[in-house]
């Protein structure tokens, strides 16, 4: 690296946009998250900046939320363990726990997520990572491709059932829209102090 006036700082050498691990949940796990999924419960989508409304042009998808309740605890666990490994391996950030409950998110003919960031002011300027279980085959539908925006590329997560996307909660992605069938996923966010 070329500094002028360099401090001596560390580097990352490990950091990376995003990674995923297939197969981090398997068929039997996917059906009770899925069976999760109460009719009753279902919201409309809110913005994430943690204010009250809607933007239908940034975000048109249902979710419901998974409570971290003594029967759940086995995925917050299981989803947890890997964040501080994946932590401890490729970003060495401070994080404490999950930030809200872990959503469930369903998305319809139609439905999509537009490019974002999961970090911003507020409550989510403690996101640190965020996590992205695909719960659907990709058979079961067309569009919906989780994506990252890398400088003025655009790369496609992977989409088999059960594989889980870890990716800094200030990378740019979005969920294109839906064209055919169902999407659904699990989202978590881990969050940590405010970045120094
Ligand atoms: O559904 C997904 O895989 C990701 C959705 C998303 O980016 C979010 O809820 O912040
Ligand atoms: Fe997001």
Redesign the pocket.
Known sequence: MSVTFPFGLPQNHNFSQFIYYHNFLNAGEIDIVRGLWQRNEEVE?KL?SGEEGFDDAL?K?K?AFIEPQKENHWLYEKLGSLAIKCNQERYGFEILGFHYNL?L?K?GEGDF?NW?L?FGVGPISNRKL?I???LSDPSEYEGGE?QFMINDEIIN?PKEKGTV?IFPSFIM???TPITKGT?Q?I?G?IAGPPYR
């Open positions: 989508a994430n975000r998808t979710v959503q998110a998305y997520f974002h999961d965020s992205s279980v695909q989780l997560a996307i992605h979005r969920v999407r996923s989202v966010w």
